[in-house]
């Protein structure tokens, strides 16, 4: 199927843990995207990157590192969690120009 | 600052009536519109979208959004609601002049179809 992928799906872990969630577009497109949705459904860009150089970099704190070996993959490192990055976690893919997103499923973080 | 705003955060129209969801933007240059639906538990899909051209633009599963330039909005419509729309609507926003593929999502809107 072509889609956005992300895993993994939810993600429970405790306050100063590092973890990673990864992303795979298998859809072509240039451009990948990390963006983040809290308690009350608001949506947040973090990251863009486009052919694997990062162009948007968001005010996010520095615990947040993206990552993208290659065109189709875009993975997001958190370092030492805290309680307020519990949220959901979409990753998301356009091609170059004026075109909508694909969104993958949503990572659900959870962090006690 | 370059914002999208979505007024009601709920909207409850009976099955089978007509349905609007607002959306109002304020960017420098023209803007590239978007809106999006999210189900439970799922991921945003992309609806339709206005880049240039007629300012009603048709997209998936019967919505329409028209484009007014002059009240800056883009409300999304649809003739006759369905109880299987009920979902969280976004609109969002590129502006013309980002040189980024930078969207600002509204708020959302939660709409509520009743049997």
């Known amino acids: 199927d072509t889609a956005v992928s992300q895993t993994p799906k939810y993600l429970v872990t405790q306050m100063g843990n590092d973890k990673s969630i990864k992303c795979e577009q298998n859809l072509g497109h240039d451009t990948m995207y990390w963006y983040k949705q809290d308690s009350k459904k608001f949506l947040k860009i973090m990251f863009s990157y486009n052919n694997k150089e990062l162009i948007i970099n968001e005010t996010v704190p520095n615990r947040f590192s993206p990552k993208s070996p290659d065109k189709a993959h875009l993975n997001l490192h958190i370092n030492s969690l805290e309680l307020g990055d519990s949220a959901v976690y979409f990753c998301?893919?356009?091609?170059?120009?004026?075109?909508?997103?694909?969104f993958g499923s949503g990572t659900r973080l959870t962090v006690v | 600052a370059q914002s999208v705003a979505q007024p009601e955060d709920q909207v409850n129209v009976a099955e089978g009536n007509p349905l609007t969801v607002k959306c109002t933007y304020s960017v420098s240059g023209n803007p590239y519109l978007f809106w999006y639906v999210q189900y439970p538990n799922r991921g945003l899909q992309f609806l339709l979208k206005y880049i240039t051209g007629d300012n009603l633009v048709k997209g998936s599963y019967g919505f329409e959004a028209e484009f007014n330039k002059s009240q800056t909005s883009f409300h999304l419509k649809k003739p006759s609601a369905l109880v299987s729309d009920s979902a969280l609507y976004f609109c969002?926003?590129?502006?013309?002049?980002?040189?980024?593929?930078?969207?600002?999502f509204g708020t959302g809107t939660r709409l509520k179809v009743l049997a």
């Open positions: 998301a893919s356009s091609p170059t120009g004026y075109y909508g997103y694909t």
């Open positions: 969002a926003v590129r502006p013309s002049t980002s040189g980024t593929y930078k969207y600002i």
